[in-house]
């Protein structure tokens, strides 16, 4: 009978040692869980870092594309082409400037050159363009500076050799960098997708 006293302190202590387990398996399932949901993000940020770093390394070389084609289009001769015939660029929108009504307007010009010539005449390279691209500025400078670069290149009624070899230069490898840059932008946005802008009355600047 002596030993009772002891066996019961044993007991209590082994039901505190259970106590003890029981709240460190669910310490250490909590730990798990902030642990993976810590792995996961690290895992979106380092998703993210890696379209960030493929974002800048598309620009490179961009500038200089341009350059060069610009060098291949010699200057319109104004006099040698029929009055009107010869496409003019329009003023590059001040971004940080617009109005709404006047980002609206730029809005609708570039949504017809997407509708009319963007996407039916360069396929699967149009495909990476979301329909939320109107909510990034940067879409639209993007966008402005292809349609641009095509009314040059094709806004004329004659070519030379010299435009021939400018198309090539800016189907083959300006157009292509652009729609990569477009679809970094517009692929994890997080904007809800939506179609492309409705039909809006009047004619296309470049049709």
């Not at 082409?81 to 010869?86: N, S």
């Not at 949504?111 to 691209?133: H, K, S």
């Not at 879409?139 to 290149?153: F, N, P, R, S, T």
């Not at 090539?168 to 939506?194: I, K, N, Y």
């Amino acid at each position: 009978m002596s030993d009772t006293p002891d066996l019961t302190r044993l007991a209590e202590h082994v039901g505190r040692l259970d106590v003890t387990t029981s709240r460190l398996d669910v310490t250490t399932r909590t730990l798990r869980g902030e642990l993976s949901l810590l792995a996961s993000r690290y895992t979106a940020v380092q998703g993210q870092v890696t379209d960030q770093g493929t974002f800048l390394l598309s620009l490179d070389g961009i500038a200089a594309k341009v350059a060069d084609l610009d060098a291949r289009v010699p200057p319109a001769d104004e006099d040698a082409e029929p009055a009107g015939k010869v496409y003019k660029p329009v003023p590059a929108p001040r971004w940080h400037k617009l109005t709404d009504a006047e980002r609206t307007e730029v809005t609708k010009r570039l949504d017809i050159w997407v509708r009319q010539v963007f996407q039916p005449v360069y396929g699967r390279l149009a495909e990476g363009l979301a329909g939320c691209w109107p909510e990034h500025v940067f879409c639209l400078d993007c966008l402005d500076v292809m349609a641009e670069l095509w009314g040059v290149l094709y806004g004329r009624p004659t070519r030379t050799a010299g435009i021939v070899q400018a198309q090539a230069e800016f189907t083959t490898r300006v157009l292509p960098a652009f729609a990569e840059l477009l679809r970094t932008e517009t692929s994890s946005c997080g904007h809800q997708r939506r179609g492309p802008l409705p039909q809006r009355p009047g004619g296309a600047r470049h049709a």
